[in-house]
């Protein structure tokens, strides 16, 4: 089976890396080293790993022209999906569960991919099994990112590199970033500390207040898409030592993230949280030459309907 890459109309290996560059919303603190990951060609970070994993796979020979690729996702990993096969030559299929937001169906559509709709009460899991269920079939080929190992791969290869040629000095202190997958944290933190980074990693989790008369308490926040409490196979605390957690209160991310577009980065919500948790790291670390890096995940246009929006409507 031959290894080459097909498309006669691609450009996606000719994407630039995403520019780095320095954000200092608290000018008592050092700027925050922000990687513009939104000017991915689909909008988020999530086309690194679409396109990792499916070159990879189309190398090995386990996926090829026609054949169809399926995921279990509504967010910007079916979109970035989506985008690689349009331009790989293959067929998308995203199953998503019933209620989804018409936008990201339309993206996806535009693409020449397909939706497939299960339950809303079987919620995201419902749509992972009718995927895991469709991958016994022949000519599928399952990405599968929160169990995928390439998925982290795709940041430890990409990104992190992108970041040791962009940085003064080659010089990381800490990390910081929301986790869904997992990916990003893994691969960025694993690649900064196998080029000599003494890097500090930082999960960033969002969470709301509840004020009761006797104390205050804290919960996960689930109103930060694309970030989640749950742990998936690739984020693993083993392969973060010295982890470090950046509680976010979920108003915060949201103040943050309209202060982050009003300068004219146009970002959505996860992009607040991780802004936040680089600046906590930059107070933990207490050192006016610390250099901590967070990435800025994707576009403000996929929440013109969410509470981000409100103070504008
Ligand atoms: N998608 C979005 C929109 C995010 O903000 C984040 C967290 N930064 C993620 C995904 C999580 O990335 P990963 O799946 O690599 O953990």
């Not at 906590?280 to 403000?300: H, K």
Request: with cysteine; proline share 7%.
């Amino acid at each position: 089976m031959s290894a080459e890459l097909p498309g006669c109309h691609r450009y996606l290996n000719r994407v630039a890396p995403t520019p780095l560059v320095p954000v200092q919303l608290d000018r008592a603190l050092p700027p925050v080293w922000c990687k513009l990951e939104f000017l991915n060609p689909s909008g988020s970070t999530k086309d690194r790993i679409a396109r990792f994993i499916l070159e990879k796979a189309w190398r090995q020979g386990r996926v090829t022209c026609g054949d169809r690729v399926v995921e279990a996702s509504s967010g910007s990993t079916s979109i970035a999906l989506a985008l690689a096969c349009a331009q790989m030559g293959l067929r998308f299929l995203a199953v998503m569960p019933e209620g989804v937001s018409n936008e990201r169906v339309f993206i996806i559509r535009a693409y020449g991919g397909d939706v497939a709709f299960t339950p809303a009460a079987l919620g995201i899991r419902g749509a992972i099994a009718e995927v895991e269920r469709m991958g016994t079939e022949p000519g599928v080929f399952l990405p599968k990112q929160f169990a995928n190992p390439d998925n982290a791969e795709a940041h430890r290869l990409g990104t992190a590199r992108e970041v040791l040629d962009q940085i003064p000095g080659g010089k990381v202190d800490a990390v910081a970033s929301g986790v869904g997958t997992g990916g990003t944290l893994v691969g960025l933190f694993e690649g900064l500390r196998e080029n000599g980074c003494r890097v500090v990693p930082v999960l960033a989790r969002p969470i709301n207040l509840v004020s009761t008369h006797e104390a205050e308490c804290c919960s996960f926040s689930a109103r930060i898409p694309g970030v989640a409490d749950a742990i998936s196979e690739i984020f693993h605390p083993d392969r973060l030592p010295g982890l470090i957690t950046a509680e976010v209160r979920d108003e915060d991310a949201l103040a943050t993230t309209r202060e982050l577009i009003r300068l004219g980065f146009p970002v959505g919500p996860s992009s607040g949280l991780n802004y936040r948790a680089a600046l906590d790291a930059l107070r933990r670390l207490n050192d006016p030459t610390a250099q901590v890096v967070t990435v800025f995940p994707d576009r403000m246009e996929r929440y013109f309907t969410t509470e981000l929006f409100k103070p504008f409507v």
